[in-house]
């Protein structure tokens, strides 16, 4: 039995529209109207819309010498920036009554919350959909859509602001109109707009990249991260912390620059025996460390500014208030791009290691090696060892000790870089050794800048990696949201023996089961091709965890919203992301996890040996799943589909 799934633009005006069914039939495809014009702003003169403030004015679309936005339609738009990024107000459209499906306009500008900087729709004195603008720094116009099926013949306003004294908007060609001109889209309700991930975390606004400074203490899990946001002068650190790993609840800014710096990025512990003797009261002394990044191009090879130098921020009240650490800082290194401290407790020899990505600039990644340091009390640091140069050391690094399957009696140690590639040796406080290949763990996809806490209870490993959406995808990554990139669901590291040697797992952590709701189960079963095993699921929040036996089946396919998995038995292969990653079948069998969160898929090969994780943009009335198999009969050992709830979001 296959369940119909009815598109909500038809959907909702016959079930919530004031007037009842009637409006449904006037919107059927055949009498598609023309579109209504709301504002074109192609005449001198805003009127009949009003502004408030100084900061709109319409300008032509293409002056002499050339349009500062592209995109525009007619000869005119209307900017905020024509006295300057400091100016602020609003432009207001007169009331109108919606008569079409949807409205569609042109918008650029810098990412920010819509009441800040953004289109608003407002009917009866409240806001019913919004969008900010799009990316910092991009002056090309974007088509937006709003569905406004359920809103037919409200008396409604559009409202586009900039209360923000820092960045600006422009807006054209305001329609009403039975196409959408692209994915309706809103950003109306804070946590849940629509390409919101809601258990994957993200910052309530703007920008974020690497996860930092992660650690446990006392019932809390601290999240840090790179960000940056209008009117900021450099990248700092934004603070959330969990008691579950599932939600978040996010804090103040905890390390601020005080100038043009960046503060990037680095990690976090705590400093249980008071070494750094920072400790005050009854809480131990908590420690981030991050690279004091000078103003200058990020990406530059012939970059000369001054020197990256690794300070440190404490926190003497469990980790609520953060404040720098005077004698700052606390190693000066020779090159210039040396960033990324990892630091952490080596138990055996009590001591503190600090492993640091070193490289002279941005651009000569095969000179970049990795630096590891010793320190007896935090502040002052002697290298010990340095990795490299081969190519492979690069950013972010990471170093940890696991046992193997899990006996406390053999254990070795992983240096892991920015993207959770990894090497498994052995650490004596003075050298670390390898013992295998430069292992591939990442395969495609958004997983980068991977780090694991410090200090997680039962010794738990769990590693968080930066879902970046790439500057390929910019301006359109997360379209109209006010904020931009997502953190990977927390994963549990744990070392398992394969024929290859010691080889990383990760999985998702086992907290996820505090979102499960609804399951679908299937147990046994034989599906031949034809046959979709997920048929009735349209739910936008999902783990799915699958066995399945291949047999003579050639290609198993899963398909969410859009976003398509791929296992091929011919050769093994797990495609997913435009990457293909080696998934072996054992006994016959191949298991796969697969988290599904609005815009992200996260998929988990045999228990966490492969994984692969991507962002995509589902077309937001796609809510059809396919579980198929190609070539011939599959069977189905198990497989339960859970429907998640959404995670807390403070
Ligand atoms: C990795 C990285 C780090 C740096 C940070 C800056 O994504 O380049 O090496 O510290 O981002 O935001």
Redesign the pocket.
């Known amino acids: 039995m296959r369940a119909t799934f009815l598109r909500p633009a038809l959907l909702l005006p016959i079930l919530l529209s004031p007037i009842g069914p009637l409006s449904a039939i006037g919107w059927a495809e055949e009498s598609r109207q023309p579109d209504v014009v709301i504002g074109g702003f192609d005449t001198p003169s805003l009127a009949p819309w009003s502004v408030t403030g100084d900061a709109f004015r319409r300008l032509p679309s293409h002056p002499p010498g050339g349009a500062r936005y592209e995109n525009g339609q007619g000869s005119g738009l209307v900017a905020s920036d024509q006295s300057g990024p400091t100016t602020t107000g609003t432009l207001v459209s007169p009331r109108f009554t919606t008569e079409r499906k949807f409205i569609n306009f042109l918008v650029a500008g810098e990412r920010n919350l819509p009441g800040t900087l953004g289109v608003e729709l407002v009917a009866d004195g409240r806001v019913v959909r919004s969008s900010s603008a799009t990316e910092a720094g991009d002056r090309v116009l974007y088509q937006r859509t709003w569905d406004v099926a359920d809103l037919a013949d409200r008396e409604v306003q559009i409202r586009v602001n900039d209360r923000s004294a820092s960045g600006s908007i422009a807006v054209d060609q305001f329609v009403q109109s039975d196409d959408p001109g692209a994915a309706a889209i809103d950003a109306s309700r804070l946590f849940d707009e629509t390409f919101r991930p809601q258990f994957h975390y993200t910052p309530r606004a703007y920008w974020m ?2 996860p930092n400074g992660l650690f446990y203490y006392r019932g809390r899990w601290h999240l840090f991260h ?1 960000h940056r946001y209008p009117g900021g002068s450099g ?1 700092v650190w934004a603070h959330a912390v969990s008691t579950d790993l599932v939600g978040w609840t996010r804090l103040d800014v905890a390390v601020p620059t005080d100038t043009e710096d960046s503060n ?2 680095g990690s976090g512990l705590v400093d249980w025996a008071n070494a750094s003797g920072l400790k005050t009261g009854p809480d131990a002394a908590l420690l981030v460390f991050y ?1 004091l990044r000078p103003p200058g191009p990020v990406e530059a090879a012939a970059d000369d500014s001054a020197p990256c130098t690794q300070c440190m921020a404490y926190s003497t009240d469990g980790g609520d208030h953060w404040q720098k650490f005077a004698g700052n800082p606390v190693l000066r290194t020779p090159d210039r791009r040396d ?2 401290p990892k630091v952490f407790y080596y138990e055996p020899g009590r001591v503190w290691i600090m492993v640091l ?1 070193l490289s002279a600039n941005n651009a000569d990644r095969k000179a970049a090696r990795y630096g590891i340091f010793r320190s007896a009390d935090l502040r002052s640091w002697e290298l010990i060892q340095s990795l490299g140069p081969d190519g492979w050391f690069w ?2 690094p990471d170093m940890f000790e696991l046992p193997v399957d899990g006996d406390p009696h053999r254990r070795k140690w992983l240096v892991v870089k ?1 993207s959770g590639d990894y090497i498994v040796g052995t650490f004596d406080g003075n050298a670390f050794r390898p013992e295998s290949d430069r292992t591939k763990s990442r395969w495609g996809g958004n997983y ?2 991977t780090q694991t806490f410090n200090d997680a209870p039962g010794g738990r490993r769990v590693q968080i990696g930066w879902m970046n959406t790439g500057k390929a995808k910019r301006p359109n990554s997360y379209p109209g949201m006010p904020f931009n990139q997502q953190m990977s669901f927390p994963r549990e590291l744990t070392l398992r023996t394969t024929p290859d040697g010691p080889r990383l797992f990760r999985y998702p952590v086992a907290e996820i089961e505090k979102l499960w709701g609804r399951t679908h189960e299937w147990k046994e079963q034989t599906l031949k091709p034809g046959e979709n095993a997920l048929a009735d699921v349209h739910y936008e929040l999902l783990d799915i965890d699958l066995e399945i036996r291949m047999r003579d089946a050639r290609q198993l396919r899963i398909d969410l919203r859009g976003e398509k998995t791929v296992y091929d038995a011919a050769d093994g292969k797990l495609r997913a992301f435009g990457a293909a990653a080696p998934l072996p079948a054992v006994d016959g069998r191949v298991r796969l996890r697969l988290l599904l969160d609005r815009t992200s898929v996260e998929v988990f090969g045999n228990d966490g040996q492969c994984d692969l994780s991507g962002v995509f943009y589902p077309n937001p009335s796609n809510r059809r799943m396919s579980l198929t198999v190609e070539g011939d009969a599959a069977e189905i050992v198990r497989l339960s589909v859970r429907e998640l709830r959404r995670a807390r979001s403070l």
């Open positions: 990249n690497d790179q990248t990037f990025s690279t960033r990324d990505s950013e972010c920015g980068y800048a």
